[in-house]
């Protein structure tokens, strides 16, 4: 009897399971919605949201919720950015790291008494590639708290999803900036145009920053073993990989050398001597640049956006045909997928095309900018990567022409904040 009271009760309670995980699951998502909201609102208010704040920033003893500088890991900072300004990789930077015996950052933190989610690695000086790299991303080195740069599906998750940077929440100057924003531009820019070393292990330069004015490619450096510097030249990529699809563009270094120091010398030196001069020129520059863009992306955005309520006629007419007979069906939801996709792409690039026009009604060209890295250097001599980065958005390489019987070929060069320029002689 007793056995059969038990069998009866486990029954009942096997029954009710169900029910009971059911209940367990509503208590769980109530709860992790609670738990979003108050993470959304504290976000929204410029709290930062990370559990401890970036390698180079403690948390402050009076405010858990602001951020002093760590003097001793924010000078490794300081010295990552110099190298990638210098030309170097996340790799190579690593390795220095490790052989001048700097501790990786879970290291340091947990030698400070603050404990972290990572591991520490066997050899406390085994700096990562991608840990250099994530540094080298950071925009809270500029002094600023970016909330929202991940999120999780769903609270059963622990994954993390790396959301859109147009999707991320920015909070100017909320700590000390430990990198200045002119030094943070540069590196992206270095860090965008993947420059990477030869296959002998050199690093070039002018890699990574030279274009095909014809075709918009960049120019492949060529270099063989045992060659000096003289012999080593750019070849439009184009051209190199398809045969007749470009011209060959081909230019040697050390000409490109030659006439960015000449350039950049002559720009340096009007800047010094004639400022006021020199910030008219740049601005007269700068509007037409402007005018120009604005014109071509706002006739864009309007045809994209007339295309976009044709493409809505197209698929009406489709559905009604469809339900009259007149297409078959399977034709119908193959065309109708195709204008879909169409509308898609374009309300894409609508989007792009809103904010493009939107910074450019809002940009102020930053000659001051520049004219503070012209007063850093007393005299350019000679070129190096820290030079060419830190001056050089771009350089433009035209092909080559025949004038008077003699072979000459232009190139165009574009600085960073005042773009291409053209100065009195």
């Known amino acids: 009897i007793l056995r059969g009271l038990r069998d009866s009760a486990n029954q009942t309670d096997s029954d009710f399971t169900p029910f009971l995980n ?13 738990i979003r909201a108050v993470f959304k609102s504290k976000g929204q208010s410029g709290k930062p949201l990370c559990t401890n704040p970036p390698y180079g920033y403690i948390k402050d003893p009076e405010d858990k919720l602001h951020w002093i500088i760590d003097e001793k890991a924010a000078e490794v900072v300081r010295d990552i950015f110099r190298l990638c300004m210098a030309g170097f990789g996340p790799t190579q930077i690593a390795k220095q790291l490790e052989k001048r015996c700097i501790d990786t950052p879970t290291v340091h933190l947990r030698k400070m008494g603050i404990n972290t989610p990572a ?19 950071k925009m809270e080195y500029l002094g600023h708290t970016v909330n929202f740069k991940t999120s999780k599906k769903s609270y059963k998750s622990k994954v993390k ?3 859109n940077p147009e ?10 900036a430990i990198i200045d924003e002119g030094t943070w531009e540069t590196v992206q820019k270095i860090r965008d145009g993947k420059r990477r070393p030869s296959r002998l292990g050199e690093m070039g330069m002018l890699s990574g920053m030279m274009f095909c004015a014809d075709c918009g490619a960049k120019l492949y450096q060529v270099r063989g073993k045992g060659w000096t510097h003289d012999k080593e030249y ?41 400022e006021q001069e020199f910030i008219r020129i740049v601005m007269n520059n ?24 044709d493409i809505d006629k197209i698929i009406r007419k489709l559905y009604e045909d469809n339900v009259m007979g007149k297409i078959p069906e399977e034709r119908f939801y193959k065309m109708s997928a195709e204008y879909e996709a169409e509308q898609k792409t374009l309300e894409e690039r609508i989007t792009k095309l809103k904010h493009t026009i939107d910074t450019a009604n809002e940009q102020s060209l930053n000659t001051d900018r ?53 100065l009195p002689k």
């Open 161 to 163: 999803i790396l959301n």
């Open 286 to 309: 700068s509007e037409k640049e402007l005018a120009k863009e604005l014109r071509q992306s706002q006739k864009e955005y309007e045809q994209a956006q007339a295309r976009i309520a």
């Open 119 to 137: 591991r520490p690695p066997e050899n406390p000086y085994a700096w990562s590639a991608r840990t250099v790299a994530d540094i080298l991303a």
């Open 167 to 176: 999707e991320w929440l920015v909070f100017k100057n909320t700590h000390e």
């Open 370 to 422: 520049f004219l503070a890295l012209v007063k850093k250097y007393t005299e350019i001599t000679e070129l190096d990567a820290e030079i060419i980065r830190e001056f050089i958005d771009k350089i433009i390489v035209f092909k080559a022409e025949k004038v008077d019987g003699r072979r000459t070929q232009r190139i165009q060069i574009f600085y960073n904040c005042i773009g291409a320029i053209d």
């Open 22 to 34: 059911i209940i367990n699951e509503w208590y769980a998502k109530d709860t992790s919605k609670k």
């Open 234 to 274: 750019f070849v439009c990529a184009t051209y190199r990989k398809k045969k007749g699809m470009c011209s060959s563009h081909q230019i040697r270094n050390v000409v490109v050398e030659q006439l960015l120091l000449e350039d950049l010398r002559r720009v340096t030196s009007f800047a010094k001597d004639h």
